[in-house]
Every structure is written in structure tokens, then in C-alpha cells.
């Protein structure tokens, strides 16, 4: 299963060339993330930074650009979960143009569960295990 948002692409996402700017990507990334934990995991992002004090830095990125979207686009976002492990987990994105579903943009994200209190990792919170494992990608 895979989580999925909508964002038009507006005027300040895209370069001179009217095309996205590639660090707009990683933004439509991270709103899907932030979005996710709104909409699946029923606490948003800064809540879970701010009450829990648990986080999930990203600490490596791999990704590819497949194919413009440009100003006017809407953009159709989809996060899954490519691994889950004890205190780590891999995020998938894949960003795709409406109008026409071409592929543009795909993102897997490692990030590892972090202690905001000790800055040191933890390991992913059942509650949290439990919620990424039902975005699992097969």
C-alpha cells in the first residue's frame, strides 16, 4: 500500500527554464512524509518532534530524475515503506505527473528514529513499527 498526495506544482517551484527545481523534488518528498504522519499516523510531524521528541532525520538519499514537470503540473506523490529496521527505515518515493502519469521523480530516503533528547537512536516505537509495516512495499 502506499501513501499518496497531490501537489500543484506553483510558479516559485520551478527555475527559469519553467521546469521544477531539482531541491523542489526533495521538498514534494518531504510533504508526502509530513502529510503522512498527519493523515495515517493520526500525530503530525511537529507534534511528534515536539511532544514525543522523536524524530526521523533522513541520512542517506537515493534518487533519480526521470522527466520534467513544469509550472501548472499537478503532481501526484506516492510514499511507501521500501524496509523497516530496528531503529532505521527506508522510504520510497515515487512523484509522477498528472496529466499524463509519466514517472518524473523517484527517492528512496533511509532515515533512523532519533531520541530529540539524546540525539542518539532509538529504536522505531511499536506504535510507529506498526504503522509503517501496514506501507510496507511487496
Known amino acids: 500500500m502506499a501513501f499518496t498526495i497531490v501537489k500543484k506544482i506553483r510558479f516559485d517551484d520551478v527555475d527559469g527554464a519553467g521546469i521544477v527545481y531539482y531541491p523542489q523534488f526533495f521538498h514534494l518528498c ?8 498527519d493523515d495515517a499516523a493520526h500525530i503530525s510531524y511537529p507534534e511528534l518532534i515536539s511532544k514525543k521528541r522523536l524524530g526521523f532525520p533522513t541520512v542517506s538519499v537515493k534518487s ?18 521500501k524496509n523497516i529496521g530496528k531503529s532505521s527505515l527506508i522510504f520510497s518515493y515515487r512523484i509522477r505527473r498528472k496529466r499524463d502519469g509519466v514517472l518524473c521523480f523517484t527517492a528512496d530516503v533511509a532515515t533512523v528514529a532519533v531520541s530529540l533528547e539524546t ?5 522505531i516505537p511499536d506504535e510507529y513499527r506498526n504503522l509503517f509495516e501496514n506501507f510496507l512495499e511487496t
Open 119 to 123: 540525539m542518539k537512536s532509538v529504536r
Open 64 to 81: 533519480d530524475f526521470k522527466a520534467p514537470l513544469v509550472y501548472g503540473d499537478t503532481a501526484i506523490i506516492k510514499l511507501g515503506i
Open 30 to 37: 518531504h510533504a508526502a512524509f509530513e502529510d503522512f504522519f
